[in-house]
Each structure stands twice: as C-alpha cells, then as structure tokens.
Nanobody, 123 residues
C-alpha cells in the first residue's frame, strides 16, 4: 500500500518558484500514474498535473500549463512538481496522488493520497 509524503511547500512571492516533492514510502509497488492536485477552502480539489510511466507522458491543468513541470524519479519513488512564475491564485494545499493505470483529472480516479503541503503565494 502506498504511503505518500509531500514536502517543499511554503511562502513565496508572486513570480517566484517552488519545487514540491512526493515520496512513496509504503510497499514496493510502482504506480503507473502519479499526480498533483490542489485545493483551497473555497474550491473543490483541482487537477494540476500527472505523469504516466511507459511513455513518460505528462498532463497539465489549463491554469498551470507553461508554468509548472511534473517529473519523476522511479529509483527514488519520488514525483516532483516544479512551479515557476507563481501567482496568488496558485495558493492552495497541494496533494500528491497515485493511480494504478489510467491518467484522470478527477479525485476519484486516484487510489492513494498524501496529506498535503501548503503553498502560499503572497507579497
């Protein structure tokens, strides 16, 4: 069973950058799909990005295309989210998620979740 632990959140000024990490420290299974979502108290969980092994395809939500990059190190069982040109509307709790086979943009498409890491973009 996956145990996903996020890190790297914090406070950053608009236009700045952060890199989030998510490590799967539970079990030995390699999940084909790893993804990032985000959520604020006022919104539903929003798809940010996903990476699927076996082709290395990346997928992004419209609001982050061109600014965020997802990458993965399977040896370290870690997925990263490089966030550049951050905006105040990027402020949210960011969650890491894992799925067995298919890339989806809905929360219910994913089987395992981390506890989340707060990202705050403010001057």
């Amino acid at each position: 069973q996956a145990q996903l632990v996020e890190s790297g959140g914090g406070l950053v000024q608009p236009g700045g950058s952060l890199r989030l990490s998510c490590t799967d420290s539970g079990g030995t299974r390699t999940h084909l799909v790893m993804a990032w979502f985000r959520q604020t108290p006022a919104t539903e969980r929003e798809f940010v990005a996903a990476h699927r092994l076996g082709g290395g395809s990346n997928y992004y939500g419209d609001s982050v295309k061109g600014r965020f990059t997802i990458s993965r190190d399977t040896a370290l069982r870690t997925v990263y989210l490089q966030m550049n040109d951050l905006k105040p509307e990027d402020t949210a709790v960011y969650y890491c998620a894992a799925a067995g086979q298919y890339v989806g943009s809905r929360s219910l498409d994913y089987d395992y979740w981390g506890q989340g890491t707060q990202v705050t973009v403010s001057s």
